[in-house]
T-cell receptor, first 115, second 115 residues
Framework: AQSVAQPEDQVNVAEGNPLTVKCTYSVSGNPYLFWYVQYPNRGLQFLLKYITGDNLVKGSYGFEAEFNKSQTSFHLKKPSALVSDSALYFCAVRGSQTGANNLFFGTGTRLTVIP | DAGVIQSPRHEVTEMGQEVTLRCKPISGHNSLFWYRQTMMRGLELLIYFNNNVPIDDSGMPEDRFSAKMPNASFSTLKIQPSEPRDSAVYFC?????????????FGPGTRLTVL
């Protein structure tokens, strides 16, 4: 079975400080991991993905994520948060089993960057 | 590219009425996904198509829901009859290819309210 856990419903961070949004996963085979962001009244927007290779993945808007196989984690990070980063963030996973084409999404973490 | 297009953006209807949601995927994408988002249940995959063929409809709540993809550029999600508990935001997403490494691109969603 595939699943994703985002342990924090809400993360607050001061503008200019580093931010981390946590994600752990469970999947059969090698994981394909994704981060999406959702702004109010908008659809989900792709940020970055890990497929293979370098464990540190860089994405849009200065975000990056680190794949840690031993901890089955894929935390989203940004060195310096902006107020405009305030949004709902979703982690998603897809397994490498045959036919496992659909993404499993976490429940989302609401990030608030405080000016 | 215009991205994934969904219509209508908002739909308010009365219980028992038929509702049809429409989606135009990104040109060249051959996988299409329908999701439902609610506060209580988060983001749920309803059904996905690959090359216009339904692959997995296990997420469709019940027989009142049906989805079609008559061609590569158009899909519908129909609810008949609609019920208040169907109120949610419905997203359509598309991806290039059926490979697991491909990210999905989401439309802006249709906010459905069933009175």
């Amino acid at each position: 079975a595939q699943s994703v856990a985002q342990p924090e419903d809400q993360v607050n961070v001061a503008e200019g400080n580093p931010l981390t949004v946590k994600c752990t996963y469970s999947v059969s085979g090698n994981p394909y991991l994704f981060w999406y962001v959702q702004y109010p009244n908008r659809g989900l927007q792709f940020l970055l993905k890990y497929i293979t290779g370098d464990n540190l993945v860089k994405g849009s808007y200065g975000f990056e994520a680190e794949f840690n196989k031993s901890q089955t984690s894929f935390h989203l990070k940004k060195p310096s948060a902006l107020v405009s980063d305030s949004a709902l963030y979703f982690c998603a996973v897809r397994g490498s089993q045959t036919g496992a084409n659909n993404l499993f999404f976490g429940t989302g973490t609401r990030l608030t960057v405080i000016p | 590219d215009a991205g994934v297009i969904q219509s209508p953006r908002h739909e308010v209807t009365e219980m028992g009425q038929e509702v049809t949601l429409r989606c135009k995927p990104i040109s060249g994408h051959n996988s299409l996904f329908w999701y439902r988002q609610t506060m209580m249940r988060g983001l749920e995959l309803l059904i996905y198509f690959n090359n216009n063929v339904p692959i997995d409809d296990s997420g469709m709540p019940e027989d009142r829901f049906s989805a079609k993809m008559p061609n590569a550029s158009f899909s519908t999600l129909k609810i008949q009859p609609s019920e208040p508990r169907d109120s949610a935001v419905y997203f359509c997403a598309s991806s290039l290819g059926s490979g697991r490494a491909h990210e999905q691109f989401f439309g802006p969603g249709t906010r459905l309210t069933v009175l």
